[in-house]
């Protein structure tokens, strides 16, 4: 799954950090997230995109392989 949270967090500046503590996650989740090596649940992915104030769809994207 590719995601859009490495360039929202930037437009954002905020830090991987900052949106983990947003989030109630762990700094490495957000890494692992950004990496497109850990698939997120249904809440934190929701989590996400509210703070960026846009749609699941915006931030992630689902590759068929």
């Known amino acids: 799954m590719k995601t859009k949270i490495k360039e929202l967090r930037a437009r954002d500046g905020l830090t991987q950090e900052d949106l983990a503590k947003r ?3 762990r700094r490495e989740t957000i890494v692992f997230l950004e990496k497109g090596k850990y698939n997120p649940s249904l809440k934190l992915a929701y ?4 703070v960026f104030n846009l ?3 915006e931030v992630f994207v689902l590759h068929e392989d």
Request: zero cysteines; charged letters at 20%; glycine letters at 0%.
């Open 23 to 25: 989030v109630n996650v």
């Open 47 to 50: 989590d996400i995109a509210m």
């Open 55 to 57: 749609s699941i769809e």
